[in-house]
């Protein structure tokens, strides 16, 4: 039975979140989410980058590794895709939001190796979504990982830094937030199952 690809979007954002669920994806999610404005500038780049791969590697994929005997490249084939359209969304932030470009600093291009990307292209083979699945589980999963951003960013800003102890700041106080986010994510576990 085909998963209806609405049921696959909703279940990547909630039950199946890349980032809550896989953790993939942590290093950029930990660095940016210090700064609300910055971690959603960060987290649509993210959206954008997840989205429009995933249609993109599935096509090379199916279109290109698969009918020329290639599939032994696949990870050097969506590492490249994912790089020029990185390349691209990077320039066109510079260009339109300089402002953006400059808090992202190293991150944006960064956004290249982010392991969720990668990780996004290859569960869609693993899972052999069709082409509207693969686009509704990336557009999803980048969903999901903004909104785990934007969670984080709002949560740290909150919290009051001098009331922490010692040696809580930061990378620790961010990993306890998200491991609660995370076991507050488990609740959504029951209403769908994409995995």
């Not at 990870?75 to 990077?90: D, G, K, P, R, S």
């Not at 509704?136 to 830094?161: M, P």
């Amino acid at each position: 039975m085909e998963i209806n690809s609405f049921v696959i979007f909703i279940a990547a954002i909630f039950t199946s979140n890349i980032l809550l669920t896989n953790f993939l994806g942590m290093c950029s999610y930990l660095s940016i989410s210090k700064d609300m404005e910055a971690s959603a500038g960060l987290g649509m780049a993210v959206f954008f980058v997840l989205t429009f791969t995933s249609g993109l590697n599935y096509l090379a994929y199916h279109y290109i590794l698969v009918p020329l005997n290639l599939v032994y490249l696949q990870y050097i084939i969506f590492i490249i895709v994912i790089a020029a359209f990185v390349q691209l969304l990077e320039l066109v932030i510079e260009r339109f939001s300089p402002v953006l470009y400059y808090s992202l600093g190293i991150f944006l291009p960064l956004i290249t190796v982010n392991c969720a990307i990668f990780g996004i292209s290859l569960f869609m083979i693993i899972r052999n979504y069709t082409f509207i699945q693969s686009i509704a589980f990336g557009a999803g999963s980048g969903l999901g990982w903004l909104l785990a951003i934007l969670a984080l960013a709002g949560i740290r800003g909150k919290v009051r830094e001098k009331m922490l102890p010692k040696g809580m700041n930061n990378a620790a106080i961010s990993l306890i937030i998200t491991g609660i986010m995370a076991l507050a994510f488990i609740g959504f576990s029951g209403v769908v199952i994409i995995q």
